[in-house]
């Protein structure tokens, strides 16, 4: 289950219920919600970023093409950098 949906029914909210429910609350109720719910939407989105890291260096310095030369490398930046910026949060 969500986080989001366990403090939803933390708080007795429900499809049917939330609406109803929410107009008994009063300030204090509502912005402790506001607050709890606030941070478990960041914490979850803090958990759920995976970073992905392309280890760039093998294929820059010829290791697994066996091209050494000028050119090759300069493909092999130029794909890299393709690369990470689709794929990748970082490049070592």
Do not use: K
Request: hydrophobic letters at 35%.
């Amino acid at each position: 289950m969500h986080p989001i949906h366990s403090l939803l029914n933390s708080y007795g909210l429900t499809q049917q219920s939330a609406a109803s429910r929410l107009q008994t609350w009063n300030d204090r109720q509502t912005t402790r919600f506001l607050i709890d719910a606030y941070q478990t939407v960041e914490e979850s989105a803090a958990s759920a970023v995976m970073e992905s890291t392309y280890v760039a260096n093998g294929s820059m310095s010829g290791d697994v093409t066996d091209c050494g030369e000028f050119e090759c490398r300069r493909r092999a930046v130029r794909e890299c950098c393709i690369f990470a910026g689709l794929y990748a949060d970082s490049v070592i």
